[in-house]
C-alpha cells in the first residue's frame, strides 16, 4: 500500500539559512515550504523557522491590525503632550 502524500505546509524564514538538503538559501521574510514535518520541526526548534502559516490569520495579529487602524488620536495617547509638561511662559522662565 502507498502511503499518503503529506501536506505541504508554509512557514516564515525568522532568520537566514541554507537548507542542507536542497542547498537554497532562504532570506529573513520568505516562506519555506515542506512536506518533511521533523526536518519543519527541526528548523522551528533552532529559530530558523516560525509557526506554520494558515489561511485563516493570527488572532493576534489581527487583535494589533484593529488596534493600529482606530482612532489616530487613540494611538498617540501614549505619547505625553509637550504643550502640558511645558513649565516657561512665552518661552522664558519666570523669575521672582
Do not use: I
Not at 72 to 89: I, M
Amino acid at each position: 500500500m502507498a502511503k499518503a502524500a503529506a501536506k505541504t505546509q508554509k512557514y516564515p524564514v525568522l532568520e537566514v539559512f541554507r537548507d542542507k538538503e536542497t542547498k537554497r538559501k532562504y532570506p529573513v521574510g520568505s516562506v519555506y515550504e515542506t512536506d518533511d514535518q521533523d526536518r519543519a520541526d527541526y528548523l522551528r526548534e533552532f529559530g530558523y523557522l516560525g509557526n506554520p502559516e494558515t489561511d485563516e490569520p493570527d488572532p493576534a495579529v489581527k487583535a494589533d491590525t484593529e488596534k493600529s487602524s482606530g482612532d489616530p488620536a487613540k494611538s498617540d495617547a501614549d505619547e505625553p503632550d509637550p504643550a502640558a509638561s511645558e513649565t516657561k511662559t512665552n518661552g522664558k522662565a519666570d523669575k521672582e
